[in-house]
């Protein structure tokens, strides 16, 4: 467990919902109030997805080049490093190395020696404190905010004695904190609106209070699954009544969701069986978010790859990454309450990390995208169907696919 890092400054603590989420919290009071859910009244086509997005190399590729390059991508939650810490990350197929300095700005350099290109800094799994950034080979340093800072025998190079200004400091990544979250464009040459790329999620994430959490858990793994399998498992309901029907349903209605686009960004609001008694009582807008959170479980797919579930007292914050066409990197940090990130609650966060991770995750939504994945390329579908209340599924799909264009080879 680590401590919020102090630059991570506290947002006010917000207590009616923001528009959208009120606007959806809404939506789902009136569902369950005529007992009619809006997927039950929806015209829309059924979708179909080609079960070649989920297998093509070629689809791979140019969802590197068009999402994973050029996109800013969550690397980390902000408590996960204090002032004067660096944490090397490995989850974009790029070696990154995140600093924060003395003064608590945060920034993303390639991990990358500008001497003979050594790796700086290894992956111990957690932060590390550094006075500077050491080269383990030669021993060039450089200090947290970039710049070269000592070189042994530098009359061996031209540019000689003086440290030089810019050539040789570490290369910057377009990187800022943001909602308590560290997010990363993996690309030297990119750039990082994070306000215009949140679009109206931008103005709904500070009621969720991201920034007050704290950092307890991470874990890491590789599946053999598409990634965007993960995806669709965390964008429609109609699967947890049955996958899910010994661990999660027993809290949930049967498909009561209000979901809303945001750019590329998808927010859902998945009803609880406790809002049916609240809706009952008239359905007053919760006090706090807390309050929310015990009606309806927000989560959001944040484009393209990660996925939020904010659980009634903690979040699950999952990141996904490709590591070929048909597998996938799956990172899950577990964020908690920053008051009760302390010993005595420890064994209460072990028990649910494991419970909500192995239990439900692994057994449950992954084991669905890898038994999907072994069946794709068999020809029994050429398309995957999608139901109207997985319409959800259809808004992701057609905003990778509008963003990658034609893709050679594909049907
Ligand atoms: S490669 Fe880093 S100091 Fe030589
Ligand atoms: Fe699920």
Redesign the pocket.
């Known amino acids: 467990m680590r401590p919020a890092a102090s630059a991570a400054a506290a947002a006010p603590v917000a207590t009616a919902p923001p528009a959208a989420t009120a606007a959806m919290l809404e939506r789902v009071r009136t569902q369950i109030a005529s007992h009619r859910a809006e997927w039950q009244d929806s015209t829309v086509a059924e979708g179909r997805i080609a079960a070649q997005r989920y297998c093509a190399p070629e689809v791979w590729q140019a969802e590197l080049q068009a999402l994973f390059r050029p996109l800013p991508l969550i690397a980390a939650h902000s408590s996960e490093i204090a002032s004067g810490q660096v944490l090397a990350h490995d989850g974009y197929g790029v070696p990154l190395l995140l600093a924060r300095d003395a003064q608590g700005t945060m920034r993303c350099f390639l991990n990358v020696c500008r001497h003979r290109g050594m790796r700086l800094v290894e992956d111990s799994g957690a932060a590390q404190t550094r006075a500077s950034v050491v080269c383990p080979y030669h021993g060039w340093s450089y200090k947290l905010d970039g710049p070269l800072r000592h070189r042994l025998h530098a009359e061996a190079f031209d540019d000689g004695a003086a440290c030089p200004a810019g050539a040789r400091d570490l290369v910057l990544l377009p990187c800022a904190e943001r909602h308590g979250l560290v997010w990363v464009v993996p690309d030297p040459q990119g750039s990082l609106d994070l306000p215009a790329y949140l679009d109206g999620l931008d103005a709904e994430l500070p009621y969720l209070g991201i920034d007050r959490l704290c950092h307890f858990r991470t874990i890491e793994a590789e599946y053999p699954a598409n990634w965007k399998l993960i995806i669709d ?1 965390f964008l429609e309901p109609y ?2 009544r049955v ?2 029907k010994d661990t999660i349903y027993p809290y949930f209605t049967d498909g009561i969701t209000a979901g809303e686009r945001f750019g590329p960004h998808i927010y859902s609001l998945v009803a609880r069986r406790a809002a049916q008694d609240w809706a009952a009582a008239g359905g007053e807008p919760p006090a706090t978010q807390e309050a929310l959170r015990l009606l309806a479980t927000p989560s959001q797919v944040i484009f393209p790859n990660t996925v939020t579930i904010f659980h009634p007292d903690y979040l699950s914050l999952i990141t996904l990454y490709p590591t070929g066409p048909e597998t996938l990197r799956w990172t899950h940090r577990m964020l908690i309450p920053a008051d009760k990130a302390t010993p005595d609650w420890t064994p209460h966060w072990e028990k649910t990390f494991r419970l909500i991770e192995q239990g439900v995750f692994q057994k ?2 992954i084991h669905c995208a890898v038994g999907i994945q072994r069946g794709l390329k068999s020809g029994a579908n050429t398309h995957l169907a999608v139901g109207r209340v997985e319409q959800a599924l259809s808004w992701f799909h057609d905003e990778v696919a509008r963003r990658l264009g034609p893709v050679a080879g594909l049907t």
């Open positions: 498992a699967h947890i996958l899910h449950e939504d």
